[in-house]
T-cell receptor, first 110, second 112 residues
Framework: GQQLNQSPQSMFIQEGEDVSMNCTSSSIFNTWLWYKQEPGEGPVLLIA?????ELTSNGRLTAQFGITRKDSFLNISASIPSDVGIYFC??????????FGKGTTLSVSS | NAGVTQTPKFRVLKTGQSMTLLCAQDMNHEYMYWYRQDPGMGLRLIHY???????AKGEVPDGYNVSRLKKQNFLLGLESAAPSQTSVYFCASTWSSGNTIYFGEGSWLTVV
């Protein structure tokens, strides 16, 4: 079936550092979504991308919809302790249900 | 503004017992989903529904059944619980595929 490969699996960084993570799919997506999940809660949408090449920001977060439509990137600038959590990429292959990457666990030390 | 509500939030079952998880959304969404989340596995789709009266299998449907008798509710049933079904279950909903989906707060299920 469809798979999303998300990397890295985990990151341990110092407060103030920038973070980059990416997601690739085996097929073309028309939508890329990035979610963040904090302990004990459900995922919350951070950024939605609907067009190849699109670059969208949400505060210190920036995400890009890859030109090939098979990948997407999420960057976090000047990380802070509250950025800790699991970040998921997601997309709907062939207009069906949303599938998720396995997540990138971010740890930030102050 | 309730959004997506899941009940129960926590449950412990014995192997072989049955139970139903209820998901309710008040946003008039057409699409509803059930995912399970296990360490290192991300969110895996169990079943989903694209409208009242319809259901479809996801990535890991075995051992689960679902029903969507009313547009606002999506039920996930375990007929004979197994320890492998110990997980956190998330319900989600959206207007249509490709739109933002909204998640419930999760249901922690332990099967002993």
């Amino acid at each position: 079936g469809q798979q999303l490969n998300q990397s890295p699996q985990s990151m341990f960084i110092q407060e103030g550092e920038d973070v980059s993570m990416n997601c690739t799919s085996s097929s073309i997506f028309n939508t890329w979504l990035w979610y963040k999940q904090e302990p004990g809660e459900g995922p919350v949408l951070l950024i939605a991308l609907y067009k190849a090449g699109e670059l969208t920001s949400n505060g210190r977060l920036t995400a890009q919809f890859g030109i090939t439509r098979k990948d997407s990137f999420l960057n976090i600038s000047a990380s802070i302790p509250s950025d800790v959590g699991i970040y998921f990429c997601a997309g709907p292959p062939a207009g069906t249900a949303l599938i998720f990457g396995k997540g990138t666990t971010l740890s930030v030390s102050s | 503004n309730a959004g997506v509500t899941q009940t129960p939030k926590f449950r412990v079952l014995k192997t072989g017992q049955s139970m139903t998880l209820l998901c309710a959304q008040d946003m008039n969404h057409e699409y509803m989903y059930w995912y399970r989340q296990d360490p290192g596995m991300g969110l895996r789709l169990i079943h989903y529904s694209v409208g009242e009266g319809t259901t479809a299998k996801g990535e890991v449907p075995d051992g689960y059944n679902v029903s969507r008798l009313k547009k606002q509710n999506f039920l996930l049933g375990l007929e004979s619980a197994a320890p492998s079904q110990t997980s956190v279950y998330f319900c989600a909903s959206t207007w249509s595929s490709g739109n933002t989906i909204y998640f419930g707060e999760g249901s922690w299920l332990t099967v002993v």
